[in-house]
């Protein structure tokens, strides 16, 4: 997993709350084995027309969208299914923070494992921020996760709240699977006293 | 005396692996479900870091999402998909993983057979790539969905790192009017709390409504709790989920039945357990519900009319009701009863069991599809298929003019050519209702088998008690 420090970024601005992660990367597109090219997909059917042209009034088809590594969108981000492809687009994009008032469970834990930070405002900075955003297309803001601030252009400075061990594991750039790996002798020893176990090997119909 | 716990809290409790300080608790996973969409990657995480499977006999593999609903006599078209579904049969095979393939006569929509192979036990932690794997928690299981890191985590470890989500009661208390179901009252409880309402928990559905229900009819309850933001839904177990797991091919048997009964017995939650949050639904008071718009939280009764944007106060709220409706091409104020329907799914992990079709035929039954609709009524798994003919179900369907097709999650997800064309309605029995979810540009109404069948036949959105009277 790729380091989380700091960031300095312009902002693009979606006006949408409950975007589904069905609306982030249709499900036509989860047919791959790999995690490449996701980005060409990412919110296909409102970026692209019925002939596939971009469609110009969509936000990401804009040019503040190109180089911008923040987004700010409505509540409730990322509902729907678990599909983990929605973070990997929107990295590949190049997002690598969502500003939100709230984000959907799964999501937010698929998208603290790629890297891509959740930040969760109250509803008043973030009317705030967006009408500033939308505004203003050079408007940018300092995300430190050291600190757990997000610092809006006027020097207002938002805390915002991080899991300890997601932080962790952001600010060092490593994956969580390491840490479970080296829990071996508890996962043994909780083995050891298991009852009333399945077995999918054995008694197949 | 110790503090009294609801059954969330003892499901934790017992499969708490390890506790550190500044980290989440790992918990143990009793049962691994994985499908062809979300797991490749997770194969080749493994490979990448020289992994085995922990526990394959712990872990159960199915294809369900992308795989074509026709005859399974013909190949695999799509040779995307193709590939997709060869991948999962190689990487089970590769890490000794037991799998119903695509020609399998067991195969099916993954949470669909868990429970028809009772793989899925009262007491257990569940998962899968895949948010509906609530559906599981019928049986008193803590089930819930997950992402690709995490189905590697599981395979590498069989355990997770976890977060104790909250405690949120559900209590539907009384008895269903005829032609209202379990899918009514999910759909009403959505309505009612929102998408993003049970973010952060997990509901335990209790009441005698509950209670009443069959084990499908609580897994189609279970099947949408994710539709309402929570992270898992269940019901305690009771006799009515024994009586459905005995005999089951991978239910404990014997002297292990007999110890598993007096486990299980010891799971519901105790008398004065607190809940964080608790709702109250009176089923008597449920009507037949439909979707009108863009998530499964704009519901309505199906006698009610299309809700004004200008009465919602706050204003993204509001954006989002006129975007949905706008989408739907549908007026606030007008009846949804009436309108036109092009296509009719019957199927998906929500609504593809034997009730379900044993219901949708009922009303099929000596009847017409109307010409101007495509009805496509697609089983749950190939033995759902089996005894539907063996009931002649699939006659009843033919005879009525609707299409009778294999195994998967077809038009729910509309990853296999199963959808809709841009523009066209469909009343669907499956779970979402996001734009483009059954084809780009298509619009879908989510209601019952009962619902969706009544609809079939008039071409119109109906409400089924109304069809029962004029019979």
């Given at each position: 997993?790729?380091?989380?420090?700091?960031?300095?970024?312009?902002?693009?601005p979606?006006?949408?709350?409950?975007?589904?992660?069905?609306q982030?990367?249709?499900?036509?597109f989860?047919?791959?084995?790999?995690?490449e090219?996701?980005?060409?997909?990412?919110f296909f059917?409102?970026?692209?027309?019925a002939?596939?042209?971009?469609?110009p009034?969509?936000?990401?088809?804009q040019?503040?969208?190109?180089?911008?590594?923040v987004?700010?969108?409505?509540?409730?981000?990322?509902?729907?299914?678990?599909?983990?492809?929605?973070?990997?687009?929107?990295?590949?994009?190049?997002?690598?923070?969502?500003?939100?008032?709230?984000f959907?469970?799964?999501f937010?834990?698929?998208?603290?494992?790629n890297?891509?930070?959740?930040?969760?405002?109250?509803?008043?900075?973030h009317?705030?921020?967006?009408?500033?955003v939308?505004?203003?297309?050079?408007?940018k803001?300092?995300?430190?996760?050291?600190?757990?601030?997000?610092?809006?252009?006027?020097?207002?400075?938002?805390?915002?709240?991080?899991?300890?061990f997601?932080?962790h594991?952001?600010?060092?750039?490593?994956?969580?699977?390491?840490?479970?790996?080296?829990?071996?002798?508890?996962i043994k020893?909780?083995?050891?006293?298991?009852?009333?176990?399945?077995?999918?090997?054995?008694?197949?119909? | 005396?110790?503090?009294?716990?609801?059954i969330?809290?003892?499901l934790?409790?017992?499969?708490?692996?390890?506790?550190?300080?500044g980290?989440?608790?790992?918990?143990?996973?009793?049962?691994?479900?994985?499908?062809?969409v979300?797991?490749?990657?997770?194969f080749?995480?493994?490979?990448?870091?020289?992994?085995?499977?922990?526990?394959?006999?712990?872990?159960?593999?199915?294809?369900?999402?992308?795989?074509?609903?026709?005859?399974r006599?013909?190949?695999?078209?799509?040779?995307?998909?193709?590939?997709q579904?060869?991948?999962?049969?190689a990487?089970?095979k590769?890490?000794?993983?037991p799998?119903?393939?695509f020609h399998?006569?067991h195969?099916?929509?993954?949470?669909?057979?868990?429970?028809e192979?009772?793989?899925t036990?009262?007491?257990?932690t569940?998962?899968?790539?895949?948010?509906?794997?609530a559906?599981?928690?019928?049986?008193?299981?803590?089930?819930?969905?997950?992402?690709?890191?995490?189905?590697e985590?599981v395979?590498?470890?069989?355990?997770?790192?976890q977060?104790?989500?909250?405690t949120?009661?559900?209590?539907?208390?009384?008895?269903?009017?005829?032609?209202?179901?379990?899918?009514?009252?999910?759909?009403?409880?959505?309505s009612?709390?929102?998408?993003?309402?049970?973010?952060?928990?997990?509901?335990?559905?209790?009441?005698?409504?509950?209670?009443a229900?069959?084990?499908?009819?609580?897994?189609?309850?279970?099947?949408?709790?994710?539709?309402?933001?929570?992270?898992?839904?269940?019901?305690?177990?009771?006799?009515?989920t024994?009586?459905?797991?005995?005999g089951?091919?991978?239910a404990?048997?014997?002297?292990?039945?007999?110890a598993?009964l007096?486990?299980?017995?010891q799971l519901?939650?105790?008398?004065?357990?607190?809940?964080?949050?608790?709702?109250?639904?009176?089923?008597?008071?449920l009507?037949?519900m439909?979707?009108?718009?863009?998530?499964?939280?704009?519901?309505?009764?199906?006698?009610?009319?299309?809700?004004?944007?200008?009465?919602?106060?706050?204003?993204?709220?509001?954006e989002?009701?006129?975007?949905?409706?706008?989408?739907?091409?549908?007026?606030?104020?007008?009846p949804?009863?009436?309108?036109?329907?092009?296509?009719?799914f019957?199927?998906s992990?929500?609504?593809s069991?034997?009730?379900d079709l044993?219901?949708?035929a009922?009303?099929?039954?000596?009847?017409k599809?109307?010409?101007?609709?495509?009805?496509m009524v697609v089983?749950?798994?190939?033995e759902?298929?089996?005894?539907?003919?063996?009931e002649?179900?699939?006659?009843?369907?033919?005879?009525a003019?609707?299409d009778?097709?294999?195994?998967?999650?077809?038009?729910?997800?509309?990853?296999?050519g199963?959808q809709?064309?841009?523009?066209e309605?469909?009343?669907?029995?499956s779970n979402?209702n996001?734009?483009g979810?059954q084809?780009?540009?298509?619009r879908?109404?989510?209601?019952?088998?009962?619902?969706?069948a009544?609809?079939a036949?008039?071409?119109?959105v109906?409400?089924?008690?109304?069809?029962?009277?004029s019979?």
């Amino acid at each position: 997993m790729k380091k989380f420090t700091t960031l300095e970024s312009r902002v693009v601005p979606l006006a949408v709350d409950n975007v589904d992660t069905d609306q982030i990367i249709p499900a036509r597109f989860l047919k791959t084995i790999s995690k490449e090219g996701l980005d060409r997909n990412l919110f296909f059917d409102w970026r692209y027309d019925a002939q596939g042209n971009p469609n110009p009034d969509f936000i990401l088809n804009q040019p503040r969208a190109k180089g911008a590594e923040v987004l700010i969108t409505g509540d409730n981000f990322g509902c729907g299914s678990s599909r983990e492809h929605a973070p990997w687009a929107l990295t590949q994009f190049g997002f690598r923070a969502i500003i939100s008032t709230s984000f959907a469970d799964i999501f937010r834990q698929n998208a603290l494992k790629n890297s891509l930070l959740p930040v969760v405002v109250s509803r008043d900075i973030h009317s705030k921020l967006f009408d500033a955003v939308t505004n203003n297309p050079d408007y940018k803001v300092k995300i430190d996760l050291v600190s757990q601030t997000l610092t809006l252009a006027d020097g207002t400075a938002v805390e915002f709240a991080v899991d300890a061990f997601a932080k962790h594991c952001l600010l060092e750039g490593v994956d969580e699977i390491g840490f479970v790996l080296q829990q071996q002798d508890a996962i043994k020893a909780y083995e050891a006293k298991r009852t009333g176990s399945i077995n999918t090997l054995a008694a197949a119909p | 005396m110790s503090q009294p716990r609801t059954i969330i809290e003892k499901l934790w409790d017992s499969h708490v692996v390890a506790e550190q300080p500044g980290a989440p608790t790992l918990i143990y996973i009793d049962l691994h479900l994985v499908h062809e969409v979300t797991s490749p990657q997770a194969f080749a995480g493994l490979r990448e870091r020289g992994l085995k499977v922990r526990r394959p006999d712990l872990t159960f593999a199915t294809v369900d999402h992308s795989i074509p609903t026709t005859p399974r006599s013909l190949p695999i078209v799509d040779q995307i998909a193709a590939t997709q579904v060869a991948q999962l049969e190689a990487n089970c095979k590769e890490f000794g993983i037991p799998c119903f393939g695509f020609h399998s006569e067991h195969q099916g929509i993954v949470h669909v057979i868990g429970p028809e192979q009772g793989l899925t036990q009262p007491g257990m932690t569940v998962v899968c790539g895949d948010s509906h794997t609530a559906t599981h928690g019928a049986f008193g299981a803590l089930a819930f969905g997950i992402g690709t890191s995490e189905v590697e985590m599981v395979l590498a470890t069989q355990c997770l790192p976890q977060r104790k989500s909250k405690t949120y009661q559900v209590l539907v208390e009384g008895s269903l009017h005829p032609g209202v179901t379990a899918k009514d009252i999910i759909l009403n409880l959505i309505s009612r709390i929102g998408i993003g309402g049970g973010t952060g928990c997990v509901f335990e559905y209790c009441g005698s409504a509950i209670r009443a229900l069959s084990m499908e009819e609580r897994m189609t309850v279970c099947n949408m709790s994710i539709e309402a933001g929570a992270r898992a839904g269940l019901v305690a177990p009771d006799d009515t989920t024994y009586q459905y797991l005995a005999g089951r091919p991978y239910a404990p048997k014997g002297a292990d039945w007999d110890a598993a009964l007096a486990r299980w017995r010891q799971l519901p939650t105790d008398d004065g357990a607190q809940y964080d949050k608790t709702i109250r639904i009176d089923a008597s008071s449920l009507e037949p519900m439909i979707t009108f718009g863009t998530n499964p939280g704009m519901g309505i009764p199906i006698s009610s009319r299309i809700p004004d944007p200008s009465a919602v106060s706050d204003p993204l709220e509001r954006e989002s009701l006129v975007k949905a409706l706008r989408y739907m091409d549908l007026k606030a104020g007008d009846p949804l009863l009436g309108h036109p329907v092009n296509v009719v799914f019957i199927g998906s992990c929500t609504n593809s069991r034997m009730s379900d079709l044993r219901a949708a035929a009922g009303v099929l039954k000596g009847r017409k599809v109307n010409p101007s609709v495509r009805v496509m009524v697609v089983p749950g798994s190939q033995e759902i298929k089996r005894q539907a003919q063996a009931e002649g179900l699939d006659t009843i369907f033919k005879e009525a003019g609707a299409d009778w097709r294999e195994a998967g999650c077809s038009m729910c997800i509309a990853m296999n050519g199963d959808q809709l064309a841009p523009g066209e309605y469909s009343v669907s029995t499956s779970n979402r209702n996001f734009e483009g979810r059954q084809g780009k540009g298509g619009r879908t109404f989510l209601a019952s088998p009962l619902t969706a069948a009544a609809s079939a036949i008039t071409g119109r959105v109906t409400d089924v008690r109304t069809l029962e009277i004029s019979r």
